[in-house]
C-alpha cells in the first residue's frame, strides 16, 4: 500500500528561488530608495533596525513560499527525493515549523528592539542579538524532520 497518493505532484524547480533572491535584492534597493526619499531624518540605529525588520521580514516569506509550494527541498538539508517522496500534509507540516520558528524569532526582534530604543543600546548591540536570534532559529529547526518516525 503506497502511503504517498501524491508522489508525482511534487515538481523540481529552482525558479521561485531564483525570483525570491532577485526580489530580495529588487525590494532592498526600493527600501533604501524610500528611505532616502521620505528624508525622514532617522538615527542611525532606527535606520539598522528598520534593515533588520527587513531582513527578517524577508526570511518569513522565503518559508511562506515554501509553506504554500510544498518545496521544501529549498530548505538546506531536505533533498529533492526526500521531498518527493513524502506527502503532501508531511511536507506542509514540515514548512510550517520553519514559518513559526522564524515568525516567533521575529516578534522576539521587535520586542527586543523596543527595550533597545528606550534603553538607548549600542546599535552593534542590536547587530549582535539580530544574529543570535537568527542563529538560534536557524539550530532550533535542525531537528525537524520531514518524516515523524
Known amino acids: 500500500m503506497n502511503k504517498n497518493k501524491d508522489k508525482g505532484n511534487l515538481e523540481k524547480s529552482y525558479k521561485l528561488l531564483v525570483f525570491w533572491f532577485l526580489s530580495l535584492f529588487v525590494f532592498a534597493g526600493l527600501f533604501n530608495v524610500l528611505l532616502i ?8 540605529k532606527v535606520t539598522t533596525l528598520l534593515w533588520l525588520y527587513f531582513i527578517h521580514l524577508f526570511f518569513i516569506s522565503l518559508f511562506l513560499m515554501v509553506h504554500k509550494t510544498e518545496r521544501v527541498y529549498y530548505i538546506n538539508y531536505i533533498t529533492y527525493k526526500e521531498a518527493q517522496e513524502a506527502t503532501k500534509e508531511e511536507r506542509r507540516t514540515f514548512a510550517y515549523k520553519h514559518l513559526i520558528v522564524f515568525c516567533i524569532a521575529a516578534i522576539s526582534f521587535i520586542i527586543y528592539s523596543i527595550i533597545s ?3 538607548q543600546y549600542p546599535t552593534g548591540v542590536d547587530i549582535g542579538v539580530f544574529i543570535v536570534i537568527t542563529i538560534i532559529s536557524a539550530i532550533r529547526t535542525v531537528p525537524f524532520r520531514l518524516k515523524e518516525k
Open 37 to 44: 526619499r521620505l528624508d525622514l531624518d532617522l538615527s542611525s
Open 117 to 119: 530604543l528606550i534603553g
